[in-house]
């Protein structure tokens, strides 16, 4: 099983322009900021929203294609989908809400039935099929919505953060068991999340989405180490500056600088790693080649570590002990120095 899908459309104030190949086997995650298309993308595939222009193929099957006036119909499609807030039948029973699919399917209710109860058992819900789901968890309920979509055998699972609404203690528990269901499932699996750890955990390949268009895509370990906007940068917790270099020097649009070891040159993105960001009350003598003063503009405990946001040319993020703020009696509003040795300094071809 595999998807080619190429996607344009208007969706409200941006236009979506998105290419997107699963490849079979593999789990793959839309990541991206509010309003970045993520979930538009889930829609058009499963046919609740028309493409203007492009082509989705499933295996070999044409779902959709305007300029061949052909458009499946979305009860006709062999897609089966996880909403956000799983949309479960609030009058049905749990195990009529996974045989729903079935039964829309011209399967018969015996066999559906016979089915959907299987599928009960497999999620370990076999006890709850005459409850409604009013009465279910969150995780429960999610259980169902995921049940529901696989129940049809589809060859492609389409999954709209279906962490969302869990609380964190039963989000962990469920997102190994997910992974389960999705590692025995043969089909396309695409992901919709905010949540980077869960894409982490869960995907193989990782698309970041900005504005309808990809901006970067890749394995997690790719996407991470080598992050291509700020809104990647700020998930895994890197400083990231855009410039141009020249001789290993880079220069920053906002004025700053940054020395980094072996940068090619011409456009490059910088990443700086917060615990290799140094900080002093004094100007530091010795080894830092980037050495500039800022303003600490917010302390935060993360763990056992404190995140210190600092105003300067360039602007950065500090992570330091909570020993080393003592040391320092820094706090909000303070001046310091600040150092970063050339060679913490990664940098790569924008």
């Not at 829309?104 to 599928?119: D, M, N, P």
């Not at 080649?289 to 993360?302: C, F, S, Y």
């Not at 602007?315 to 820094?330: C, D, F, H, K, M």
């Amino acid at each position: 099983m595999s998807l080619q899908a190429q996607l344009q459309a208007t969706v409200g104030t941006f236009a979506l322009d998105v290419d997107l190949s699963v490849a079979p086997g593999e789990v793959v995650a839309l990541l991206g900021p509010n309003g970045a298309g993520k979930t538009s993308v889930l829609r058009a595939l499963a046919g609740l929203m028309p493409i203007e222009a492009g082509r989705v193929t499933l295996d070999g099957l044409v779902l959709d294609e305007p300029a061949k006036a052909i458009r499946m119909p979305v009860e006709q499609r062999p897609i089966g989908m996880v909403f956000q807030d799983y949309l479960l039948f609030p009058h049905l029973s749990v195990l009529d809400n996974v045989a729903f699919g079935l039964r829309s399917r011209g399967v018969g209710r015996a066999a559906a039935s016979e089915k959907a109860r299987a599928w009960l058992e497999r999620v370990g819900l076999k006890g709850e099929a005459n409850r409604k789901p009013g009465s279910l968890s969150g995780g429960q309920a999610q259980r169902v919505a995921l049940a529901r979509a696989l129940a049809t055998d589809p060859a492609l699972l389409l999954l709209d953060e279906p962490m969302a609404a869990l609380d964190a203690s039963t989000r962990v528990e469920l997102r190994r068991e997910l992974r389960r269901h999705l590692d025995s499932f043969r089909g396309v699996r695409l992901l919709v999340t905010h949540d980077p750890v869960e894409a982490m955990a869960m995907a193989d390949r990782l698309v970041v989405l900005e504005h309808g268009r990809v901006l970067q895509a890749g394995s997690p370990a790719e996407v991470t180490q080598r992050p291509r906007s700020r809104y990647v940068a700020d998930l895994v917790g890197v400083n990231l500056f855009r410039g141009t270099a020249k001789h290993d020097h880079i220069t920053l649009p906002d004025g700053g600088s940054l020395t980094a070891v072996g940068a090619t040159d011409g456009d490059v993105f910088a990443v700086v790693h917060p615990r290799t960001v140094a900080l002093y009350r004094a100007r530091p003598d010795g080894t830092p080649r980037n050495v500039w003063e800022g303003q600490a503009t917010d302390l935060d405990l993360h763990g056992d570590r404190v995140r210190v946001r600092l105003q300067g040319s360039p602007s950065i993020v500090a992570e330091v002990t909570p020993a080393a703020v003592r040391e320092l009696g820094l706090d909000r509003g303070d001046r310091v120095w600040i150092g970063v040795k050339a060679t913490e300094v990664i940098v790569y071809a924008a």
